[in-house]
């Protein structure tokens, strides 16, 4: 399991309301390449991984399981969609509140005049007819990534919402599944080193351990004092170089799969 930390995330992308074809704007896009690399291998998923985002500031998290998700692509666009979704969803529980409320927001950068005003226009039938045409295509793409039953949304399949979360209750949460616990720091002991010391992990599949990884910002100082503060806690380092948090799951995959063999 990897449980990504969040600690600057803003409030916009913990309620979902980020622009899939903007991921700079929030960082969204560290979101999704860490999913990309947690799940995926080449025409396949790791159905025995699973990754947290700890939105800490908000006391929300986000779980994608591996053994659930449908319908997700590797592709960034892919990905942002259904954590949007996810996010979105806690807000609702009719889909016909959750799809008037997308449908407005969609149709605000519309270009049609009779789409922006939210209902067809008096015009030529052929500008009502491709409004009409519009309006079916964006709630396509507003019912895209959602499970929707008996009236009600749900989360994408694989992706779970959990409010009042916090970093320790999610490592004690965790714990109940395995004893090893590691902390990607800078400074931590080489994760080849201690994966072949470990003889619990040896031989066994790549879930065995809880990896917790900081974001593009890092762990804040208050994180630092609460991990330090968990007993049997071990601090790794992929190597002497700052990597891209999605690169550290990765390089953790890599040396797990070596392990598996």
């Known amino acids: 399991m990897l449980l990504s930390d969040c600690p600057q995330v803003s409030e916009e992308v913990s309620r979902g309301s980020f622009a899939p074809d903007n991921l700079l704007e929030g960082r969204v896009d560290v979101l999704c390449r860490c999913v990309t690399s947690a799940l995926y291998v080449s025409n396949n998923l790791r159905r025995d991984t699973s990754i947290w985002f700890l939105l800490s500031p908000w006391g929300y998290s986000v779980q994608v399981d591996g053994d659930a998700v449908s319908g997700l692509n590797p592709d960034e666009k892919t990905v942002s969609l ?12 009719d889909f016909e509140a959750f799809e008037a409320f997308h449908l407005k927001f969609l149709m605000d950068d519309n270009q049609s005049p009779s789409i922006k005003s939210g ?46 979360d916090s970093l320790l209750a999610r490592i004690e949460s965790l714990r109940a599944t395995t004893n090893d616990v590691y902390v990607l720091q800078e400074n931590g002991r080489f994760v080849r080193d201690l994966l072949d010391s470990k003889s619990s992990l040896s031989g066994t599949s790549q879930g065995s351990g809880v990896f917790i990884i900081g974001d593009q910002i890092g762990f804040s100082a208050e994180e630092e004092k609460t991990l330090s503060g968990v007993e049997g806690i071990e601090n790794i380092s992929v190597g002497p170089i700052s990597l891209l948090a999605s690169q550290c799951i990765t390089i953790i995959h890599h040396y797990l799969d070596l392990m598996s063999k």
């Open 119 to 164: 209902r067809l226009a008096k015009s030529s039938r052929n500008q009502q007819e491709a409004d009409e045409r519009r309006i079916k295509r964006l709630k396509g793409m507003i019912r895209k990534g959602v499970t929707v039953h008996e009236g009600k949304v749900f989360a994408p399949p694989g992706f779970t919402f959990h409010r009042e």
């Open 82 to 93: 259904m954590l949007q979704r996810c996010l979105q969803v806690q807000d609702f529980q």
